[in-house]
């Protein structure tokens, strides 16, 4: 029941604090898949290099990414909302698993969050590598989300 009250005030507290700033940073298209790849290939590479005693570290940047991406899981659900009238039966079937694709991922990847935060030394690699492979499902799911999103309402 804790990883899930923390989950759910992550995501309160991500959308508000990144909603005007996803917004404001984000084009009419918003982010790309491109732009998430990148970020994921450079949060995976930088948390791999963090040893046991530079935890802090590591849990601070893990942090800020996964605001981001709840930042843009919001964009892309914001997108969807804004285009439900102009979408086809089959689009927004589409559109409504890949969102409840992501809210699993988005789950999942809380309880690896929660598990990396409190791991010990000595399960540090092994939490670490859990949440980065967490992280890297969850940054595929979005990003295979928003391209078909995106194929949809071409």
């Known amino acids: 029941?804790?990883?899930?009250?923390?989950?759910?005030?992550?995501?309160?507290?991500?959308?508000?604090?990144?909603?005007?700033?996803?917004?404001?940073?984000?084009?009419?298209?918003g982010t790309t898949a491109e732009d998430v790849q990148e970020d994921?290939?450079?949060?995976?590479?930088?948390?791999?290099?963090?040893?046991?005693d530079q935890r802090d570290e590591a849990i601070d940047e893990a942090s800020q990414a996964l605001e981001k991406l709840d930042?843009?899981?919001?964009?892309?659900?914001?997108?969807?909302?804004?285009?439900?009238?102009?979408?086809?039966?089959?689009?927004?079937?589409?559109?409504?698993?890949?969102?409840?694709?992501?809210?699993?991922?988005r789950s999942e990847l809380a309880d690896w969050y929660d598990e990396f935060r409190n791991s010990s030394a000595d399960a540090w690699d092994e939490m670490k590598a859990g949440f980065t492979g967490a992280y890297k499902v969850m940054s595929d799911s979005w990003v295979n989300a928003k391209r078909e999103f995106e194929a949809d309402n071409e």
């Open 1 to 29: 029941m804790e990883k899930h009250s923390f989950f759910a005030v992550l995501m309160v507290t991500a959308t508000l604090s990144l909603s005007s700033v996803s917004c404001a940073q984000s084009d009419e298209e």
């Open 40 to 52: 994921t290939t450079e949060l995976l590479s930088t948390l791999r290099q963090y040893t046991a």
């Open 71 to 105: 930042g843009q899981i919001s964009e892309l659900e914001s997108r969807i909302d804004r285009n439900w009238d102009t979408m086809s039966e089959q689009a927004r079937q589409q559109a409504r698993d890949n969102l409840d694709n992501l809210r699993e991922r």
